[in-house]
């Protein structure tokens, strides 16, 4: 990062907005090569630049952009939004839209002639398979007594990282009936919401002795269309939390703004920064200290000279994104601590809070959860909502075992409406996977992870943890044409552990 910080003294910027066919990066005849580290070899081999006077001509580098790119959000856009339906609708469609695929699993898994009934066809001792959604009975799930304690003079429940406990039981509803489940089954990894098919037999203690289950497994998927041209990158971050007070989380932020815009390091790598083709913020945009959620209960000439925390985050938010887009096409998520709505799907934030930026069109504004299609490439995500409530309540403690999971039981958050806020759906629960993305990834987790997992269809999925930024100052880039994964640190004054280094520019 020393390199990088002369960089910024020392060498002109590059213009990466400029058109016409990017030249070859220098020290390098091809940017497929194996194993290129932009920010340290292509440094290294250019190490007398950064100490040589500005040249009297600056190198040009054209943005290499994506051929094809298509918003696939639509299903999680409201339009005229309405509270006053229950939330028993959504229940009964995902097990309506659910049922064909298990019973096909089923099928599968158990041979053709396996019984699937409902649940008030049982029969005590009759081996067969039943679908339905599950409920969790939880003996610590949170409850709403804890919110209004003050005025009951109840103690409220201390929080807790899992809410799970060895007296949890699995309970199986379908349209009409429920009936506790037994047997082999693993209670604490499962939730509430999940749509599976269990096989065993209604015993006489009016409990179903389950010995086998499945889920719908991954849904079908499209190829990716190989790239022809340069290797392209999409750049994954999350978790700015601007706002928050914190200097390098600041100083690690502009540094990714002027790595991705070309403004820092020598040319070898503002040529390599020129193939992120796009950025992809995904939520916390703004810091868990600006909610001022006390406020609200405040005498109002308390609060009437005062600004809220957010007003000053929003408006840096907004002069970082008119930087990078004024380079790059950035698409923004909200999250948690974003001003949108709380629940899933979340809406696209206001244009309004962003009147620097909104002037440039390769800003978008997108939901979440949110989905694209990059160059051939299926991108489906969440600021992360979905698998923190699932962490929660579940046995599970990795995020990609989270998300590998939610893709078995092909359902982004199954534990929405239950403890996880969601719009009541009554038509469709659009939450269902339908189709199988080919990069999966959730926002604002601890640290990196990614894995490629591979369906019995031939399905490849990257599954990426991004972590959070304002934590790690680290990001993730992904190679659309190898669907590789790395992280990327922009840490101001250098990582403790060992440097992870820049772009990874393989084929």
Known sequence: MTELLHALILEPAVDLTSTGPPPPCPGHSSLDTSSTDMFSEQAAQRAHTLLSPPSASN??????PVVTYTNSSQPFRLGERS????????YAT???QMRPFLVSRAQQRWGNGVLVKKLCELQPGEKCCVVGTLFKAMLLQPSILREVSEEH?????????KYIHADDELILEDELQRI???GTIDVAKLVTGTVLAVLGSAGDNGKFLVEDHCFAGLAPQKPTRPLDTDSRFVLLVSGLGLGGGGGESLLGTQLLVDVVTGQLGDEGEQCSAAHVSRVILAGNLLSHNTQSRDSINKAKYLTKKTQAASVEAVKMLDEILLQLSASVPVDVMPGEFDPTNYTLPQQPLHPCMFPLATAYSTLQLVTNPYQATIDGVRFLGTSGQNV???????SMEDHLEILEWTLQVRHISPTAPDTLGCYPFYKTDPFIFLECPHVY???NTLSFGSKIIRGPEDQTVLLVAVPDFSATQTACLVNLRSLACQPISFSGFGAEEEDLGGLDLGP
């Open 388 to 394: 923190s409530d699932i962490f929660r309540y579940s």
């Open 441 to 443: 990834f959730c926002g």
């Open 180 to 182: 506790k489940l037994a």
């Open 94 to 96: 995902r097990l309506i």
């Open 59 to 64: 190198a040009t580098f054209a943005r290499v």
């Open 153 to 161: 003079n109840l103690l409220p429940q201390p929080p807790r990282s």
């Open 83 to 90: 509270f006053s339906r229950q939330y028993a609708h959504i």
